[in-house]
T-cell receptor, first 115, second 115 residues
């Protein structure tokens, strides 16, 4: 079956512009996660969705970052007024349930470059 | 705060030689432990995970990992490395104290395989 897909695969934008990153999770997966992978860093948790609600937004680095999920499926991560430090790979993952020990399945990521 | 340490940023191994990638975690109880692999331009793929029970866990692609509570370690091993194993490897811990699965990742170890 289809895995997690993300679009676009690459995005180059100018400082100050807004960007939207999309994630299509595996069908039937109720939990969805966004991570950021910066050069030389591990994966940094951003936000988690259970269905359409986001119980934990603690990882969002600033109020320029927001995310939503609709229909318990597709999620969009929006970065407003992008800064150069936002340049990173943004990874999305989904799991069947948000229980401990569940396997998270990752998409290929969106590589964002802010000039 | 929970943390995961992967002390080796890069490791070079000759093809056919054995491999051990180190991972240490900081957490009060026994967490769920994971190893993921990321090939260039790809998302993360789960190699194996540990919940409880047998401390030696078998995974895909011939990998195994051993949980040692006394050392707070979960090292990844492979007896004979193949050129296709060249990738970045991430250790992660699921701390289970947030009410949902929240993975904390190490900074990764990049494996290079020489002929």
């Amino acid at each position: 079956g289809a895995g997690v897909s993300q679009s676009p695969s690459n995005k180059v934008t100018e400082k100050g512009k807004d960007v939207e990153l999309r994630c299509d999770p595996i069908s039937g997966h109720t939990a969805l996660y966004w991570y950021r992978q910066s050069l030389g860093q591990g994966l940094e948790f951003l936000i988690y969705f259970q269905g359409n609600s986001a119980p934990d937004k603690s990882g969002l680095p600033s109020d320029r970052f927001s995310a939503e999920r609709t229909g318990g499926s597709v999620s969009t991560l929006t970065i407003q007024r992008t800064q150069q430090e936002d340049s990173a790979v943004y990874l999305c993952a989904s799991s069947l349930q948000p229980r401990g020990g569940e396997t998270q399945y990752f998409g290929p990521g969106t590589r964002l470059l802010v000039l | 705060a929970q943390s995961v340490t992967q002390p080796d940023i890069h490791i070079t191994v000759s093809e056919g030689a054995s491999l051990e990638l180190r991972c240490n975690y900081s957490y009060g109880a026994t967490p769920y432990l994971f190893w993921y692999v990321q090939s260039p331009g790809q998302g993360l793929q789960l190699l194996l995970k540990y919940f409880s029970g047998d401390t030696l866990v078998q995974g895909i692609k011939g990998f195994e990992a051993e949980f040692k509570r006394s050392q707070s370690s979960f090292n990844l091993r492979k007896p004979s490395v193949h050129w296709s194993d060249a990738a970045e490897y991430f250790c992660a811990v699921d701390t289970l104290n947030t009410g949902f699965q929240k993975l904390v990742f190490g900074t990764g170890t990049r494996l290079l395989v020489s002929p």
